[in-house]
C-alpha cells in the first residue's frame, strides 16, 4: 500500500495525464467543437405516442418554409432499416409502427442549426396511437407484440447450481424480499454528438463522433451502408463522458448524421441539446429483484432463490448481455452451495434501455445487499457480522462454478473499511441510541451504513475469446512509440495508463509514448472500451507487443553490436550490455532499424488460457477472468423532520488487483461511488404515458460538490493472475456499492427500510407510513 | 406605434483582454457568440439552462453562465473565457493542480471548474472546503466525484503559501 517504495517504471506512479493539459485550456476540440468547410445541421423528427401506427410524414411544410433543407425518412435508407447491435429490431429510422415516445421517424439537415430544428418541427407526423405497455407490470399482463396474453421476453437466462428447493427445506429460516430500481440518466456532460462525412461511393463514408466503441459503429454502418469495411472509417473525437451511455446509441446517432451527409454531399453534425439528450438516448434498466432466502441460524447462507425482472424498454439493445452480467452477480459476494438465480428482460413502449456503467450487477447487488442486511436483522446480526461469515474466500465457487483464486479480496475490503471507520461500534451505537429514542430536537440522525461487492473485469464468459481483441505499438523515428489501440478515453484516462504499461513493457521513458487517435482506418480492433476490460485486457496486449517490438530492437541492437540479444537490456530508453555499459540509446537504434526497413509495428492478439472456459447454454464455467472487490462505508445525515439525506462521508476500500496510475484509478472509484450513491438518494426518473418527464437538468438532479461527501479511498492491491501487469478492471466496481451502503445508513439512521430506490425524502415518508420500519438492534449493548 | 426602446444592436465589450465591437440581435446568448462567432470553444455548453455551469466565463471577473447572459448584458463589460486564462505552456498553478491531483477527467467540465476555482482563489487566499464548496457548486462534474477537484484547489493553495509545489496526490489513504 502507502509505505511501499515506488518501483522503477512508470507503472504505480501517478504522472499527470497527456490530455490534462488541453483539457484545462479549453483546448480539447469535441464534437461540437468542430467545424468542417461547407458542413450543415441535422435535426430529428420524433413521434410522441408510445406505441402507434405511422400513417403519413409529410415534410411539405417544412420545405414550403425553408426549399434548401433536406428531410429523409425510412424509405431513404440505402440498406436494412436496422441498428446492428445484438437482435434486428431496432429501426434506424420507425417505418410502420412506432415503438416507444420519441421515437425518430424522419431527420432533417439545413445550413444551420436553428433553420434545421425549425423544418424538423415543421415536419408532418401523423400517427395513430395504439394500446401501450409502460411498466414491468403491464409488461407481465402481456404485450400485444407478443400476443397480448404473455410479456415480451427481450432475454432470459438462468444460473443454477446445487438443490435450491432442498437447501430451502433444510434451513433455519426463510427470508423473502422483492427490491426494485428506476430508470438512470447518465448525464456525461457532453451530449450525444456525431458529423458523417460522406465522400462519394467510391471514397466511402467518414463518421467523427463522441462514443465509446469505434469498431460498433464501424459495423453498424457496413451494415447500413453496404459498402465494403475498409470504406467506412469511424473517428473518436475526444468525448466528454459516456458511463456506458456512448457503447449502444452512437450507432444511432452516427447512423442519422452518416446518411443525411450522403443525402446532402456535405458533411453534417447532429449534436442532441440536453433536453433531446435525455428524452431519446438509453438508461439504466428499471429492475425488479425477489429474493428467498434459506439461513442457518448463524446466519449461513444455505439456499439463493433469485428472480430478476429488467425493463428493456421498446428494443433489445444490449440487453441480453445486460441480463448476463445482472443474474450472475445477483448472488453478490457470498458464498452458498444451493443457488438458482433467473433472469428475464420484458420489453415495455418506453425508450430502449442500454449500457450504463454496472451494466445490471448495480441493480441485482442493490437488492443482494439491501436482503443480507434483513437476513442480518431477522438474526440479530450486525452488517459486518452477516457479510464476514458469508463473504467469498480464495478457493470457494460461485454459482456458475468457478473456482475463486487468490485475488479473491471479499474480507479485506470488509475489514479494511469497517476498521478504518469503526463500523461496528458506530453502527451500533446508533441502533441503540434509535432504542432509548431521541430527543425531538429537530438534529439531524446520523447514520452508518456498509455494503460489499464484486464485479467481474472482462467480458461475460468466452466473450474475450470470441473476440480476440488485437491491439499493438508502431515505431517512429526517434525512438518514439506509438500506441494502437481502439480503446476510447472517455475521462478514465485510458491514455495515461497505456502510455505506462507500454513504456515500462519496452523500456524506455514514458515521454516516449504517444496514443494514436481511435480510428479505425488506423488502429486494430481491441473491442469495445466497457467491461472494465481496458487496462486488463487490452493493456495485457499492448504489454505483449511492446514486449515484442523489446525483443526485436535488442536483437537488431545485439546483430550489430556482435553480442548475444539475451545479453543485452533495454532500460530507460538505453541498450545496456552485462556490464552496463551503454551500446546505443534507444532513438539512435530505432533510427537505424527503421533505415534498415525493419518492421514498423507490433500488432498482438488477446489469448484468454485455455482452461478458462464458459458454457453459454448451461451458464457454468468461469463467469469473468477476474473479479475486483468493494467496501464502501457511507456515513449520513437525515433531516428529521424533511427526512431530507445527506452523505458526509464515504470510505471506499476496493480491491483493484494492482493500481497502474493511483490517482486515476481512485478517480475511477469516486466518480463511480458518487453516481452510485445519487442513484441510490437522489436520481429519478417519472414517466407519463412512456415519456421521461424530468427531462432537462433542472429536473434531473445529479448531485453537485454541495452534495457530496468527502471520499477517502483505500486502494488493496493484490494482482490477479488473469492480465499480466495485475490490474483488474475498476470501472464498474464502485457503481454497484454505493446504493446499497447509502440506503442500509439511512436505515441505520431513520430504521426505515428501503427496498426501493432512490431513497428520496418522498419515499422515505411513504415506506415509513407503510409500516417499512425496523426496530433497533440492540443485542449485546 | 409604440417606440422602440433604445437598445443598441452594437455591443461594445472585451473579450480576454481584447476590445470587440459586435452587432446583432441584443438577446443571442453569449455563449453563441464565443463560440460559433468568435471561435472560443473552450466554453461548452451542457444544458443551456444555466444548472451545469460548463459554459461558465468570467464577467467582470464573475463567474457567470454564458447561456444565460444576453449580449446586451455584455456592454462596457470585460468577458474572459478559459482561453484568456494559461496556454498548454503557461499554466496557472490552478490548471496546473487540476491535472496532477486527477480533477480531470473527460474535459467537458472542466474549462468552467477551472474558471470559477481560478475566480475564487483570485478573491480568495485561503477558503477552506464548505467555502470552496460553496464557490464550485454551480459546475456540475459527473466524473470525479469532486473530491480530486477539492484537492487541486487545496493543493494550489499550499503550494501558493509553501513556496514549493506539493507532491501530487496518490490514490491511497495512509492507514
Known amino acids: 500500500m502507502a509505505s511501499t517504495a515506488a518501483p522503477p517504471g512508470a507503472v504505480g506512479k501517478s504522472p499527470p495525464r497527456p490530455d490534462g493539459p488541453a483539457k484545462v485550456t479549453g483546448a480539447t476540440r469535441y464534437v461540437d467543437d468542430l467545424a468542417l468547410p461547407g458542413m450543415w445541421h441535422g435535426a430529428t423528427v420524433r413521434c410522441p405516442y408510445p406505441a402507434a401506427r405511422l400513417l403519413r410524414l409529410d415534410p411539405a411544410p417544412a420545405l414550403a418554409a425553408d426549399p434548401e433543407v433536406v428531410v429523409l425518412t425510412a ?184 446518411l443525411l451527409s450522403r443525402r446532402c454531399g456535405r458533411p453534417v453534425k447532429i449534436v442532441y441539446d440536453r433536453h433531446e439528450d435525455i428524452i431519446a438516448t438509453t438508461k439504466r434498466h428499471p429492475s425488479r429483484v425477489r429474493h428467498r432466502t434459506g439461513v442457518r441460524r448463524d446466519g449461513t447462507l444455505v439456499a439463493q432463490d433469485i428472480e430478476v425482472l429488467l425493463d428493456g424498454g421498446a428494443y433489445v439493445t444490449l440487453s441480453p448481455v445486460v441480463l448476463s452480467r445482472a443474474v450472475l452477480h445477483a448472488g453478490g459476494p457470498y458464498r452458498c452451495p444451493n443457488v438458482r438465480i433467473r433472469g428475464r428482460v420484458l420489453a415495455t413502449n418506453t425508450p430502449p434501455n442500454g449500457a450504463f456503467r454496472g451494466f445490471g450487477a448495480p441493480q441485482t447487488q442493490f437488492a443482494a445487499e439491501r436482503h443480507m442486511d434483513r437476513i442480518a436483522r431477522a438474526l440479530g446480526l450486525d452488517p459486518l457480522a452477516i457479510r464476514e461469515r458469508n463473504a467469498y474466500r480464495p478457493g470457494d465457487v460461485t454459482p456458475t462454478g468457478q473456482r475463486l483464486d487468490a485475488s479473491t479480496n471479499a474480507l479485506e475490503c470488509l475489514r479494511a473499511a469497517a476498521e478504518r471507520t469503526r463500523f461496528r461500534e458506530r453502527w451500533r451505537a446508533i441502533e441503540r441510541e434509535r432504542a432509548r429514542g431521541r430527543p425531538d430536537d429537530g438534529q439531524p440522525w446520523q447514520g452508518i451504513g456498509l455494503a460489499l461487492v464484486w464485479h467481474g473485469s472482462g467480458f461475460t464468459g468466452d466473450g474475450e475469446r470470441r473476440l480476440g481483441a488485437r491491439a499493438g505499438v508502431r515505431l517512429l523515428p526517434g525512438g518514439r512509440l506509438e500506441v494502437l489501440a481502439a480503446s476510447t478515453d472517455f475521462g478514465q484516462g485510458t491514455s495515461a495508463v497505456f502510455c505506462q504499461l507500454v513504456a515500462d513493457a519496452a523500456g524506455v521513458p514514458l515521454e516516449q509514448v504517444q496514443v494514436h487517435e481511435p480510428d479505425t482506418a488506423a488502429v486494430p480492433d481491441s473491442g469495445p472500451t466497457v467491461a472494465s476490460r481496458t487496462v486488463m485486457i487490452v493493456g495485457g496486449v499492448l504489454q505483449r507487443a511492446a514486449a515484442q517490438l523489446r525483443a526485436r530492437l535488442l536483437a537488431f541492437a545485439a546483430e550489430r553490436a556482435g553480442l548475444k540479444a539475451e545479453r543485452l537490456r533495454l532500460v530507460g530508453g538505453q541498450v545496456l550490455d552485462p556490464q552496463d555499459r551503454v551500446v546505443a540509446s534507444f532513438a539512435e537504434l530505432a533510427d537505424a532499424y527503421l533505415a534498415a526497413g525493419g518492421e514498423a509495428s507490433w500488432i498482438a492478439q488477446h489469448q484468454p488460457p485455455p482452461e478458462i472456459r464458459f458454457d453459454e447454454k448451461t451458464y457454468q464455467g468461469t463467469a469473468y477472468p477476474a473479479y475486483g472487490w468493494c467496501c464502501d462505508v457511507v456515513e449520513v445525515r437525515v433531516d428529521p423532520d424533511t427526512l431530507a439525506v445527506r452523505p458526509e462521508r464515504v470510505t471506499i476500500a476496493a480491491d483493484v488487483g494492482r493500481a497502474i496510475h493511483p490517482v486515476l484509478c481512485a478517480g475511477q472509484l469516486e466518480g463511480g461511488t458518487l453516481q452510485a450513491l445519487a442513484w441510490g438518494y437522489l436520481e429519478e426518473i417519472k414517466l407519463e404515458r412512456g415519456r421521461y418527464l424530468n427531462d432537462r437538468l433542472q429536473t434531473y438532479i445529479i448531485p453537485t460538490v454541495l452534495d457530496t461527501p468527502d471520499m477517502e479511498t483505500i486502494l488493496i492491491e493484490n494482482p490477479t493472475p488473469a492480465s499480466p501487469s495485475g490490474a483488474k478492471g475498476v470501472g464498474e466496481l464502485p457503481m454497484d456499492c454505493g446504493a446499497p451502503a447509502i440506503v442500509a445508513a439511512i436505515e441505520n439512521a431513520t430504521g426505515i427500510a428501503v427496498h426501493a430506490l432512490p431513497a428520496s425524502p418522498e419515499r422515505l415518508l411513504e415506506a415509513r407510513r407503510a409500516g417499512q420500519v425496523v426496530q433497533p438492534q440492540h443485542a449485546g449493548a | 406605434m409604440q417606440e422602440a426602446i433604445a437598445v443598441s444592436d452594437t455591443v461594445r465589450f472585451t473579450v480576454n483582454g481584447e476590445p470587440r465591437c459586435w452587432q446583432g440581435e441584443p438577446m443571442a446568448r453569449l455563449l453563441d457568440v464565443l463560440r460559433y462567432e468568435l471561435g472560443l470553444t473552450g466554453t461548452k455548453e451542457g444544458c443551456g439552462e444555466g444548472e451545469c455551469g460548463a459554459c461558465t466565463v468570467l464577467l467582470d471577473g464573475e463567474p457567470v453562465c454564458a447561456c444565460l447572459v444576453p449580449m446586451l448584458q455584455c456592454e462596457g463589460r470585460a468577458v474572459q473565457t478559459i482561453e484568456g486564462l494559461g496556454g498548454a505552456d503557461r499554466l496557472e498553478p490552478v490548471q496546473r493542480a487540476f491535472v496532477e491531483a486527477g480533477g480531470v477527467q473527460c474535459g467537458a467540465c472542466t474549462p468552467g471548474l477551472v474558471l470559477t476555482a481560478w475566480a475564487l482563489l483570485q478573491r480568495e487566499p485561503r477558503p477552506d472546503r464548505a467555502r470552496m464548496r460553496e464557490a464550485l457548486a454551480g459546475n456540475l462534474c459527473r466524473c470525479t466525484g469532486y473530491e480530486r477537484i477539492l484537492r487541486a484547489l487545496e493543493h494550489t493553495i499550499a503550494a501558493r503559501q509553501g513556496g514549493g509545489a506539493p507532491a501530487a496526490g496518490t490514490g491511497e489513504a495512509t492507514p
Open chain 1, 75 to 258: 424509405r431513404d435508407l440505402p440498406g436494412p432499416n436496422v441498428i446492428q447491435l445484438i437482435a434486428d429490431d431496432w429501426p434506424v429510422l420507425a417505418a410502420e409502427r412506432v415503438n416507444h415516445a420519441c421515437e425518430p421517424v424522419a431527420l432533417v439537415a439545413a445550413p444551420t442549426r436553428a433553420r434545421a430544428l425549425a423544418a424538423a418541427a415543421r415536419v408532418v407526423v401523423e400517427a395513430e396511437e395504439l394500446p401501450a405497455v409502460l411498466t414491468l407490470d403491464e409488461a407481465l399482463r402481456g404485450d400485444p407484440r407478443a400476443g397480448g396474453q404473455q410479456p415480451l421476453v427481450l432475454a432470459a437466462c438462468t444460473v443454477e447450481r446445487g438443490d435450491v428447493e432442498a437447501g430451502l427445506a433444510g434451513a433455519d429460516l426463510i427470508i423473502e424480499g422483492s427490491y426494485e430500481t428506476g430508470h438512470q440518466e447518465h448525464i456525461y456532460i457532453e451530449t450525444h454528438g456525431a458529423i458523417g462525412i460522406w465522400h462519394g461511393e467510391e471514397a466511402g463514408l467518414e463518421v467523427i463522433g463522441s462514443l465509446q466503441c469505434p469498431y460498433y459503429v464501424h459495423k453498424a454502418l457496413v451494415r447500413l451502408f453496404g459498402l465494403p469495411p475498409e470504406r467506412v472509417r469511424v473517428r473518436q473525437a475526444p468525448t466528454g463522458g459516456g458511463f456506458g451511455g456512448k457503447e449502444d446509441f452512437p450507432n444511432v446517432i452516427c447512423a442519422h448524421a452518416a
